[in-house]
């Protein structure tokens, strides 16, 4: 009889504590609410069929993407540019993850107050391949009061939420935050490797011409320009394969011609072990310091800065090495 009582204690005590959680869950309306309150802007399954984005800032021109073999692209005043792979996945990452959305406000008449006006917010839209309709469209309007929230809504709906702000840093940056800048991308059979370099030449119009061969893994041997006989200073070497690698312009720019006179035209050649022939084809106007660049492997032009300049076009007498 004893162990039967004991059984039947137990057994109601369970039930007492199941009833207790469970009445925890139903009439608690802070707990009620919080569960209503999570979720994704986006299905994580519906993320990964996205290939086009638009990024619309106000008075700002739209910033679009498309995403083409795996591959992401700019398009601006109708040409293709590449993007940054990663950032864009980056991105996209924080509208498939679930995030506390509380409901701020349900009417039209808090969406100016809340950043949400025409004039004010910045809009998200998100396409798949074959659908008329985007997967998502959102606007993303002013920040909360603890600056790290920021209120939203679905354009086909008048209520606001707020969502931890995982987005403004991206929707807010410029086109080329965006942009795959890098004169060389280390990607496929465009990559380069310093110690693939076997021969680096130099040619420009008004100074002549002079080159660098390896000699073996830390040393060079050099020909034309001031560098006959001369020991050569394999660090500063080193220094400039690393510069050009990892070389990056500011921009993409339309073509520019190397017919005007002002203009100095600079070629740089790396040759590689592989059997492969890099070429960078920089010209120049001095009289404003600005400089453009083109490669073999791309279609692109790059505007590059007067610092990258200043690293990539050489004198011969740079490399000698010094007793200092």
């Known amino acids: 009889m004893q162990y039967q009582r004991k059984v039947q204690i137990l057994i109601s005590l369970i039930v007492i504590l199941s009833l207790t959680l469970l009445g925890t869950f139903i009439f608690n309306p802070e707990a009620r609410l919080m569960r209503q309150a999570t979720g994704v802007l986006v299905d994580s399954n519906k993320l990964k069929t996205i290939t086009k984005i638009e990024i619309q800032q106000p008075q700002m021109p739209p910033l679009s993407f498309l995403k083409r073999t795996g591959q992401w692209y700019a398009v601006r005043?109708?040409?293709?540019?590449?993007?940054?792979?990663?950032?864009?996945?980056?991105?996209?990452?924080?509208?498939?993850?679930?995030?506390?959305?509380?409901?701020?406000?349900?009417?039209?008449?808090?969406?100016?107050?809340?950043?949400?006006?025409?004039?004010?917010?910045?809009?998200?839209?998100?396409?798949?391949?074959?659908?008329?309709?985007?997967?998502?469209?959102?606007?993303?309007?002013?920040?909360?009061?603890?600056?790290?929230?920021?209120?939203f809504r679905f354009a086909d709906s008048?209520?606001?939420?707020?969502?931890?702000?995982?987005?403004?840093?991206?929707?807010?940056?410029?086109?080329?935050?965006?942009?795959?800048?890098?004169?060389?991308?280390?990607?496929?059979?465009?990559?380069?490797?310093?110690?693939?370099?076997?021969?680096?030449?130099?040619?420009?119009?008004?100074?002549?011409s002079f080159s660098l061969s390896r000699s073996g893994p830390s040393s060079w041997n050099g020909s034309g320009g001031k560098l006959e006989g001369k020991e050569l200073d394999s660090k500063k070497i080193d220094s400039f394969l690393q510069d050009l690698v990892s070389a990056s312009g500011d921009d993409f720019t339309d073509p520019v011609s190397d017919d005007t006179v002002q203009r100095r035209k600079a070629t740089i050649t790396a040759e590689l072990g592989d059997g492969?022939?890099?070429?960078?084809?920089?010209?120049?106007?001095?009289?404003?310091?600005?400089?453009?660049?083109?490669?073999?492997?791309?279609?692109?032009?790059?505007?590059?800065?007067?610092?990258?300049?200043?690293?990539?076009?050489?004198?011969?007498?740079?490399f000698i090495k010094t007793d200092k």
């Open 158 to 208: 008048d209520t606001v939420k707020s969502v931890e702000d995982n987005f403004s840093s991206y929707i807010q940056s410029s086109p080329q935050s965006w942009y795959d800048l890098r004169l060389f991308p280390q990607t496929g059979n465009q990559g380069i490797k310093p110690e693939l370099v076997q021969r680096i030449s130099w040619s420009d119009e008004s100074k002549g």
């Open 77 to 151: 005043d109708g040409k293709e540019y590449p993007v940054k792979n990663d950032r864009i996945e980056d991105f996209l990452k924080p509208y498939g993850k679930p995030h506390l959305l509380p409901q701020q406000a349900s009417s039209v008449q808090a969406h100016e107050r809340l950043g949400l006006g025409p004039n004010a917010a910045s809009r998200v839209t998100l396409w798949s391949d074959g659908t008329e309709k985007p997967v998502m469209d959102i606007w993303f309007g002013s920040m909360d009061a603890t600056g790290k929230e920021i209120y």
């Open 276 to 318: 492969r022939t890099k070429r960078l084809i920089i010209l120049s106007d001095p009289e404003h310091q600005s400089h453009w660049a083109t490669v073999s492997d791309t279609p692109y032009t790059y505007r590059l800065s007067q610092w990258l300049y200043n690293k990539l076009v050489k004198e011969s007498d740079y």
